[in-house]
C-alpha cells in the first residue's frame, strides 16, 4: 500500500504517531467515569526510508484514562461562598465523604483539613466548586481509583485512575489506580450533573509532553492523563511537574500518605472538603446512605441521583470507611455486567445514562471487560443511546465507546464500526455544542483512527464535517476573511488535538486516504493557518501543533505524483533543470574540479532562482487547498519549526515535510530545494543532526540527501554537513554515545554516498572528516547487513576518484579497505559500480520520493512524453534524478577515449 | 616541468596556431587533452612531475589541424587564447578549446625537447 510505504520510513517517523485519546472527564457526576484516552494510534509517517525503502511505521498508542466516580450523597456544608466550609466550620449536616471519615478516622482531624485539600485533584475542585454552589442538596463525590490493590502501593492514588501500569511515569495525571475490577465507588463528594460537563481547559502544554514522550509504541497515552488535568481544571497546573507517575497520588499523598488512604478522590477532594471533619457528621451520611443502598440492588440506577451512584459504591471498602460500612451491608450488591447492559436500556434515562458511566468506569483499562462488553453485545446498543436526545445519555454512552474503543484490542473498534458507530458519532458531533461531547466524540474517533481499516470508513463518513466543525473553527482560518477582521490564532483546544490526532492517522492511509485529505476543502488551508499561527505565537511544541505537522508530512508524501495536475510541472523542471543540470552533472563526473564544480552549482542555483522567478506556473489566484503544500512558502514554516520546536515528533515531521517535498523531479520540488538554500534552511538541519532523537536524525539526513539533488545544495552540504554526519557514524563496534539504530546509520551512508557521489571535492571533504576509518570498520565489522552495503557503497565511490587516491594511499589505506567484503573485484570499481547502482538506487527510491524513480531514464521519458517537451535531452531528466548516479558511473568506467563532442565531460581525456 | 601553486611558473613555450577545421556541425582541432586539477595526474603518462595536474596533449590526428600546427603529443598545453591552462579542470580546459566562435586558438605550449633546447643554447625564457 502507499499508504504504508509513506509512513514506514520512520518508524521513527513516529511523527505520525497519534497518540489516541485521552480521558478526559474524569469525574463527572458520580459514578464512575472513565476515561480512555488512549487509543491506540498508529502514525504512518510517509518519510522515505534511507535506505530507499519505505516502511510504514505505525505507532499505536493507546491510553486510557479512567476515572472512577462514585457518588455519594451527601450534603456538603457550604460557607457563605457556596464553597464546602472549612472543617473548623460547622458543617451543615451535610455528608461528608466516606473519604473525609477515613481521613479522620486514620489521621486526625487535619486531614481533612485545608491539606487534605490540596490532595484534591482539580477536577474535584471544579465540581466542587460548582456543585456546592449549585446543589447543595446531595452532592455527589467522585471517587477515583478504587483498587485495593493500588492501596498498597501508595495511598496516594490518584482519584484519577490512569492505568498506572499502562502508562510510562511520564504521564502522571493518568489514575492508574482504578481497577474496576476491584472496588468502584468511593464516595466522592457530590457532583452536580451540571457539574458534568466540565470546564476543559485545553491544554497545550499538558499535550505537548504527552507528545514529546510519545513513542511509536503502545504506551500509555497522555490522554487519560490529560483528561485528568482537564477535569482538575485551572487549579493543578503543577501535576504534570510534579511527578510523572502518578502525580495525583503523589500529590494526595502529602497528607495522605501516610495515612495509607487508598483513594484518589480524597485526594482531590481533600481540599476543599472542609466539612469532612466531625465523626459525627459521617456517621450520619453513612446512615443516610445504607438506606440508599438498600433500595438500590433492587434498581440501583433506577434512581436517578443516590441510586445510582450505589452501585458505584461498593468499591472498595478499604478505601473509605464509609465505604466499608457500605459494603459491610450484606443487601447490597453491584450489578454484574449483563445487568449493566440491560440497564443502558433502561426506560429511565438517568439509569441509562449511569449504566452508560459505569460501564465506562468498568472498562477502563481493562480489556477483558471491554471484551465482554462487546460479546455481550453491549456496544450496539451504546452507539444506539448516541442519538438519544438527552445530553447526559449520549455524553455517557460516548464516553464509555471511547473507553472501550482504546487499546490494543481491534475487534472493539471494527465492532463499533460494524453498528454505524462512525455515522452515529460523526451524526453526534454535528449535533451537540457541548464540547465535552465534543471532545469525547472525537476522542473515540480518534482511537478508531489507529486501526487501519477503519481509517478510510472515517475518512468517508467524517472527514469533512471533521474538518468544517472542528479543524476549521480552532485553526483560526477564515474561508472569506473578513475585511476588518484581524486574523484569528488557533487554539490549541482538546477537541482540535483529538481531531487533528485522528486526521493524523487516517492520513497514513495511503494514496486515496491522502487524495482525499487534500482535496477536503479548506482542511489544508486550516493546519497551515493553524501551524503559522503556532510560529507566530511560538507555541510549536504542543500535540496539536505535532499532529498537524504530522498530517502535513503526510499529505506531502509523493504529491509530485499524486497531485491533480502534477504532470504539468514534469517537464518544465525537467526542461530547466536539464540544461543547467545536465552539463554540470556530466562535469560532476569529471570529479572535482574545485571551481568549475562551484560556479556549476552556482549555475544550477541562479537557474533555479531563475526558474522560480520565470518558469514557476504564474498564479493569477492565490494558492488555497492542496496547492498550499508545496508551494515554496510552506518552507519557512517548516524552517521555523524546525528552529523552535522543541518536540522530536514535530522536529522529525518537520523534517520529513521537507524530505518529501524535496524529493521528486518536479518544478516545485526543483523550487523547494533552491528555497530551503535561499531561506538559509541548510545550517538549521545540520545543526539537527546533533539532535538527540535518533528519528529527528534520520529524517535530517535524509532531507539533506534530497536536498543535495540540487547542485549547489550538494556543494554546501559536502562543506558544511560532513563532519556532523560522519560524526553521527558509529566507529567500529563501538556506537557512538547516541547509538543510533539500524535504520539512521544507514540514512546517513546513504546521504553521504549521495553527496559524495558526483563531486570528489566532497569527497575530499568526507577523507578530512576522517570518516575512512569509520566507513571501513563499519564495512568490516558492522553486524548489520544494510549498514555493511551503506557503507561499502560509499567506499567504492570514494576509492573511484582517481585523484584521491594519493591521499588514501598515505593515510594508509589500499585498495582493498574500499571494496565490498563479500566481493572482491579488482575492478569492482569501475565494474561494480553499475552493479552497486542497482541496489542502491532501488534503496534509494523506496525511501525517497526523489529516489522513488529509479529508472530516471524512464521518468524522463514518461514526463516528457506527457509534458509534450520532447526535446528535451537527457541532461534534463539527469540533473534532478538520481539519475546522474548512473550517469557518471557509466561514463566513468568508459570513458578513456569518448568523443568529447558528445561528452562533454571526460575525466581522462578529450577530443577538441 | 613542475611549479608550485601559487608561485611563479616560469617555462620555456612554443606559440602554436590551430585553425579550425569544419565537421558538419563541429569544429574540431584533432587532438585530445588529457589531465585537468580534476584529474589524478598519477595517470599522466607525459608528465615529469606525477603530481603535475596540467593540461596534456594526449594524441593527434593524422594530418588534422593540430597536427598541422606542429602540435606534439605530450605538449602540455599552458595557455589557450591566453587564458590559463596550468590550473583549470579538464572541462574547463576542454571548454576554452572548443568555443563555437573562434576559428583559431592560439596555444602556448610546453615540451622537454623545448626546455631541453634552450637550456643548450642558453636561451631566453618566455614568461607565461
Not at chain 1, 465523626?279 to 441521583?305: F, N, T, W
Not at chain 1, 530547466?576 to 571551481?595: E, T, V
Not at chain 2, 610546453?110 to 631541453?116: G, I, Y
Amino acid at each position: 500500500m502507499p499508504a504504508e510505504v509513506k509512513q514506514e520510513q520512520s518508524p521513527s517517523n513516529a511523527t505520525s504517531l497519534a497518540m489516541m485519546q485521552e480521558p478526559q472527564e474524569v469525574v463527572e457526576e458520580t459514578v464512575t467515569i472513565e476515561e480512555d484516552p488512549g487509543t491506540p494510534t498508529s502514525h504512518v509517517s510517509v518519510v522515505t526510508s534511507d535506505d530507499g525503502t519505505t516502511r510504514r511505521t505505525e505507532t499505536k498508542v493507546t491510553k486510557m484514562v479512567k476515572t472512577v466516580t462514585t457518588r455519594t450523597v451527601r450534603q456538603v456544608p457550604l460557607g457563605p461562598d457556596g464553597l464546602p466550609l472549612p472543617e473548623g466550620t460547622s458543617p451543615l449536616g451535610s455528608y461528608t465523604d466516606s473519604i473525609d471519615r477515613r481521613y479522620l478516622k486514620n489521621g486526625s482531624d487535619r486531614f481533612i483539613t485545608p491539606q487534605a485539600t490540596s490532595t484534591l485533584t482539580r477536577s474535584y475542585n471544579n465540581s466542587y466548586n460548582d456543585s456546592y454552589g449549585e446543589t447543595p442538596e446531595s452532592q455527589y463525590i467522585r471517587h477515583y481509583g478504587l483498587h485495593d490493590g493500588y492501596a498498597d502501593l501508595t495511598d496516594n492514588y490518584g482519584s484519577l485512575s490512569r492505568g498506572v501500569n499502562f502508562r510510562p511515569p511520564r504521564y502522571p495525571y493518568m489514575p492508574n489506580s482504578y481497577r474496576p475490577e476491584n472496588s468502584y465507588t468511593l464516595p466522592i463528594r457530590k457532583d452536580d450533573y451540571g457539574h458534568v460537563a466540565q470546564p476543559q481547559v485545553p491544554m497545550g502544554s499538558s499535550t505537548v509532553d504527552l507528545n514529546r514522550s510519545q513513542p511509536e509504541r503502545f504506551q500509555p497515552e497522555p490522554y487519560g492523563l490529560e483528561d485528568d488535568r482537564r477535569s482538575l481544571g485551572p487549579e493543578e497546573e503543577e501535576p504534570y511537574e510534579l511527578e510523572p507517575d502518578y502525580s495525583t497520588a503523589n500529590r494526595r499523598t502529602l497528607p495522605g500518605a501516610n495515612r495509607g488512604r487508598t483513594h484518589r478522590e480524597p485526594l482531590r477532594d481533600g481540599p476543599r472538603v472542609r466539612g469532612y471533619p466531625d465523626d459525627p457528621i459521617e456517621a450520619e451520611l453513612i446512615d443516610e446512605r445504607h438506606p440508599y443502598i438498600h433500595g438500590m440492588y433492587s434498581a440501583p440506577l433506577a434512581q436517578p441521583e443516590r441510586g445510582s451512584m450505589a452501585s458505584l459504591d461498593r468499591m472498595g471498602g478499604r478505601r473509605s470507611p464509609s465505604i466499608d460500612s457500605i459494603r459491610k451491608d450484606p443487601r447490597w450488591r453491584d450489578p454484574d455486567l449483563p445487568e449493566v447492559i440491560a440497564m443502558l436500556g433502561h426506560p429511565i434515562d438517568p439509569v441509562k445514562s449511569n449504566a452508560a458511566a459505569y460501564l465506562q468506569h468498568l472498562c477502563y483499562e481493562n480489556d477483558k471487560i471491554k471484551k465482554d462488553v462487546r460479546q455481550l453485545k453491549g456496544i450496539p446498543v451504546l452507539v444506539g443511546l448516541l442519538d438519544h436526545p438527552k445530553s447526559e445519555v449520549h455524553r455517557k454512552a460516548c464516553g464509555a465507546l471511547r473507553n472501550i474503543s482504546y487499546g490494543k484490542d481491534n475487534d472493539n473498534k471494527v465492532a463499533i464500526k460494524n453498528c454505524d458507530g462512525i455515522p452515529a458519532l460523526i451524526r453526534l458531533l454535528r449535533k451537540t455544542n457541548d464540547m465535552e461531547v465534543r471532545e469525547l466524540i472525537t476522542g473515540t474517533l480518534w482511537n478508531l483512527s489507529s486501526y487501519e481499516p477503519l481509517k478510510m470508513v472515517i475518512i468517508n463518513h467524517g472527514l469533512q464535517t471533521l474538518t468544517n466543525e472542528v479543524i476549521i473553527p480552532h485553526s483560526g482560518w477564515e474561508h472569506e476573511p473578513n475585511e476588518d477582521s484581524k486574523p484569528r490564532d488557533a487554539e490549541w483546544t482538546t477537541v482540535f488535538k483529538n481531531t487533528s490526532g485522528c486526521l493524523r492517522n487516517v492520513s497514513s492511509d495511503g494514496a486515496e486516504a491522502r487524495r482525499r485529505l487534500r482535496e477536503c476543502e479548506g482542511l489544508v488551508d486550516a493546519l497551515l493557518h493553524a501551524l503559522q499561527s503556532a510560529v507566530g505565537k511560538k507555541d510549536m511544541d504542543n500535540k496539536s501543533v505535532e499532529n498537524c505537522v504530522c498530517i502535513m508530512r503526510n499529505l506531502s508524501y509523493h504529491v509530485h505524483k499524486e497531485v491533480p495536475g502534477a504532470e504539468k510541472y514534469q517537464d518544465p523542471s525537467v526542461l530547466q533543470a536539464p540544461g543547467s543540470a545536465g552539463p554540470q552533472r556530466k562535469k560532476k563526473d569529471d570529479a572535482g574540479c574545485f571551481g568549475g564544480k562551484k560556479a556549476k552549482g552556482r549555475k544550477n542555483g541562479e537557474n533555479d532562482k531563475s526558474y522560480d522567478t520565470l518558469d514557476l506556473p504564474k498564479r493569477t489566484e492565490p494558492s488555497k487547498g492542496f496547492e498550499l503544500l508545496y508551494q515554496p512558502e510552506v518552507v519557512r514554516l517548516y524552517l521555523s519549526l524546525l528552529t523552535e520546536s522543541q518536540n522530536y515528533n514535530t522536529l522529525e515531521a518537520a523534517a520529513g515535510a521537507l524530505q518529501n517535498l524535496s524529493a521528486g523531479q518536479w518544478t516545485w520540488s526543483n523550487y523547494i530545494r533552491a528555497t530551503v538554500r535561499k531561506e538559509k534552511g541548510l545550517p538549521i538541519l545540520v545543526e539537527l543532526l546533533r539532535s538527540d532523537s535518533d528519528k529527528v536524525v534520520r529524517a535530517v539526513a535524509i532531507a539533506l540527501r534530497n536536498l543535495s539533488i540540487d547542485r549547489r545544495n550538494k556543494d554546501l552540504i559536502g562543506s558544511y554537513a560532513m563532519r556532523d554526519l560522519v560524526s553521527n557514524l558509529p566507529s567500529g563496534q563501538q556506537r557512538p554515545a547516541k547509538n543510533l539504530e539500524e535504520d539512521t546509520v544507514v540514512a546517513i551512508l546513504n546521504t553521504i554516498h549521495e553527496i559524495v557521489t558526483d563531486s570528489s571535492e566532497n569527497a575530499r571533504s568526507l577523507i578530512q572528516a576522517q570518516a575512512i576509518e569509520k566507513l571501513v570498520a563499519i564495512n568490516r565489522t558492522s553486524q548489520s547487513a544494510r549498514e555493511t552495503k551503506a557503507a561499502s557503497h560509499v567506499l567504492q565511490t570514494v576509492w573511484s576518484y582517481k585523484e584521491l587516491r594519493n591521499a588514501l594511499t598515505k593515510d594508509g589505506w589500499n585498495k582493498s579497505h574500499f571494496q565490498p567484503t563479500v566481493t572482491a573485484t579488482p575492478k569492482a570499481t569501475k565494474n561494480g559500480k553499475p552493479g552497486y547502482d542497482d541496489t542502491t538506487l532501488p534503496l534509494m527510491e523506496k525511501n525517497q520520493d526523489g529516489y522513488s524513480t529509479i529508472d530516471q531514464r524512464d521518468k524522463d521519458c514518461k514526463y516528457k512524453t506527457g509534458d509534450g517537451s520532447v526535446d528535451l535531452t537527457e541532461r534534463e531528466p539527469l540533473k534532478n534524478d538520481t539519475n546522474r548516479k548512473h550517469y557518471i558511473r557509466s561514463n566513468r568506467p568508459a570513458v578513456s577515449l569518448v568523443d568529447a563532442c558528445d561528452v562533454k565531460p571526460q575525466p581522462v581525456d578529450s577530443w577538441v | 616541468m613542475s611549479f608550485v601553486p601559487g608561485q611563479p611558473v616560469t617555462a620555456v613555450v612554443e606559440r602554436v596556431e590551430i585553425q579550425k577545421l569544419r565537421q558538419g556541425e563541429n569544429l574540431i582541432l584533432g587532438f585530445s587533452i588529457g589531465g585537468g586539477i580534476d584529474q589524478d595526474p598519477g595517470q599522466n603518462p607525459f608528465s615529469e612531475d606525477k603530481s603535475d595536474k596540467g593540461i596534456y596533449v594526449t594524441r593527434i590526428s593524422p594530418k588534422g589541424p593540430a597536427d598541422l600546427a606542429g602540435l606534439k603529443i605530450g605538449d602540455k598545453i599552458m595557455q589557450v587564447n591566453g587564458w590559463d591552462m596550468t590550473m583549470v579542470t579538464h572541462d574547463q580546459a576542454r571548454k576554452k578549446l572548443t568555443k563555437k566562435r573562434e576559428d583559431v586558438v592560439r596555444l602556448l605550449v610546453t615540451r622537454k625537447s623545448l626546455e631541453e633546447a634552450v637550456k643548450q643554447s642558453k636561451g631566453c625564457y618566455h614568461k607565461p
